[in-house]
Structure formats: structure tokens, C-alpha cells
């Protein structure tokens, strides 16, 4: 309501018309699939659309396959790292020799989060958060000694709240960068260094921030970062995930999977492990030949738009989100399930409904609007800037205010 009682006033379709038309970002969709012209897709935030090239990169890795058989190895060897490289700078703002590109964020988070207990000798505590994504709760349950943060479910954990569970116990912290359910965006800057003020190690999943927002890990210091690939980084389904290693504490870390391709000298096949000196250690088996040129394709296009731009448009898809909301839905039972800054959010907008799940699914049968369900309550609009129009954002609104609830 507005200070007059009236519900705010949306705009007009032709304002999210004039926000594609001076798009600086805009002829970066034609570079994606695209299929039925007709459905909305806004669940780019759990698995991008396919860029082109993507095709383009994996046919030319079958050609490799069938021309040069086992020969292909000379060269596909080093994708994990050079792939690796390849994402630091734009996407990570972190330098060359930090960042490989192997197994799924689940195995790198495991692997990262034992290297990281185990370098802290007398803190085997690790901390998250109890509104963490599953994947990375069930992880570091695993481990053993696990300490949860409540933090308020739609702002996210902040660094009061990390400082309250951290003491002498705690040797790592792990969190997302932005949370998987109302997108809040963690303060990475000050959560690290409160957590390097307690001697622990801090470790960020970035699956819901890589390609979407200027992630920054040499600036803020960072020792270890995991992510996935196929949302914003658009690689594909299954497309192996990254981790990040910090170069300084890269010697003092010895991840537990101990496979021959973190072997140093992995051809001599020596008859003890002896872990590379740098990120190669952090490899495990045989990558994914295929996965890897999907992982190429995908960083290739979120590279050459730019993260910053992203960033910005994802704030204006967001803000017109937010105010489609207030205008149309806020009275109907509607609540936003996401900061309502742009600024405290990552690329998805959250909206919980007690008959949540029944919208969602006519959403997307009548509605022909794709977004997911996270249950109880929450339906996820997933704005993933390089494929998602204002006017994408304008109708998906309109098309669910039209249904009955
Ligand atoms: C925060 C977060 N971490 C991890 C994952 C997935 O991990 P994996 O690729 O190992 O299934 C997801 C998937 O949505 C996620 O949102």
C-alpha cells in the first residue's frame, strides 16, 4: 500500500518494452536456444539456456574423439586447469593457478571442506548455515562436528551472525555467497575477514553468484570457493562444477580423494601418492572431455558480455520484479521471500505463497511460465540477465496474476 491506502501502481508493459530496446545486453539472447517462443523461461537461476556455441565447442571435441582417439589426451589433460584459468579472471576475479574446473560442487565441496579442517589442527568445528542448500549441509554433516547459524531466512546469515558461532573450535565457515532460496547476497568482504580474525579458513559456494555477480575472491582474500556451472555459467546440465584455492594456503592443504591426476608426476606411476605442489592436487580422476568444452562455451559468452553488465541488469530485472509484485500480488497472499534491495539480492526473486505449489504448477501448465518450486512455500523467478527480457519479467507477472488463488 502506498501512503494513501491505494496498492502501488505497476508500470505499463511498454516501460519493460523500453528497458529491452536500450538493453546494451539485449542481442546477447540470439546467442542462446531459444525453443518455443511462447513460454517464459525463468529457471535460469537451477539450469541456463544452451549458448550456441555450446554445440559448436562439443561437436568440435567429438571431432577430437574420433580423429585422434587416445592421442586426444596429449591436449584434453590440461582442460581441467585451463578451463580453470579461463574462468578466474572474469568470472572470479581471482588470478591464474587458483581455479580448476572437475566433479560436481558436492565432491569439490567435500574435498575442500576435510583439506581445510584438517590444515587447522585443534578446530575440527565447521559452521554454515541451517538455511544452507542441502548438498552443502549434508556435506559437512558428514565430517563430524557441524555448527549451524539461524539466520533470518530471508536476509541471510550476516557477520554478527557468523561472529556469534565462531571461536577457537572453528577451524572452517562455509556459506553461499547467494543464498539458493531468497537470493540474499552475503557480505563477502566482511564475513571473510571476521572469520580470518578468528583463525579459521573461510570457504564460499558461489553456485547462485558465478556469472551472475562480480565475485571478487583476490580482493577479499578469499582461501577456497566451489560452484556450479549450469545456471548462470550456462554449461549445461551436469557440466562439472569449479573450485578455487587460494595460491597462499594451497601447500598447507591435502584434500582427501587421493586420485592419480593430483599425483605430481602422474605418468610415472609411482607407487605412492605424492600430491602436486598447486591446484592440480585438487583433481581427482578423468574430466569430462565433453562436460569441460560445455563449461568453455558457457564462460566464453558470460566473459564477453561482462559480469558487471550482468550485475547491472539483474538490479533492473529485479527492481521491476519487486515492483510487480507490490503492485499486483502483495495484496493476494503474496509475500516477497527476497531482500527487497536490489543490492542485497542475487539474480532470482522469491515469492512465498501458502498455495505455493499448486501455483506453480499452473504457472507453468496454463501460465506457460517455467520458475521451480522449493518447498514449502517458495516459488523462484529465476532473472538470468543474459536471456531474460524485461518484458519476459512483465509478462510472467501478468500471467500470474491472472490465475485464481
Ligand atoms: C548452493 C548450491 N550448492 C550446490 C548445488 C549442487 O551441487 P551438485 O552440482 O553437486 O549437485 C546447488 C544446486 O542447485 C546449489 O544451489
Redesign the pocket.
Known sequence: MTASGSPPVAPARAYAQDLDAADPLAPFRERFAIGDPDVIYLCGN?LGRQPRAAVEHIERAMQEWAKELVEGWQHWLDLPTHVGDLMAGPILGAGPGQVIVS???????YKLAMAARTAVPGRPVVVTDAG??P??RYVLEGLGDRRLITSDPVAGPTVDDVTQALDDHVGVVCL?Q???RSSALADMADITAAVHDAGALMLW?L??SAGCFPVALDRHGVDLA???T??YLCAGP?AP?FLFVRTEVQDRLRQPIWGWFGQRDQFAMGERYDPAPDARQFLVGTPSVIGLAGVQAGVEVVAEAGVAAIRGKALTLGALGVQLHRAWLAGRGFSLGSPPEGVHRGSHLSLCHADAQRIHAELAGSGRVITDFRFPNTIRLGLAPLTTRFVDVWDAFDRLRALSY
Do not use: I
Request: proline share 0%; glycine share 12%.
Open positions: 537451477s566433479d560436481s560442487t558436492s565432491v569439490n565441496l544452507e542448500f548438498t552443502d553461499s547467494v543464498g539458493y559456494d553456485s547462485h566451489v560452484g556450479c549450469y545456471k551436469g562444477a
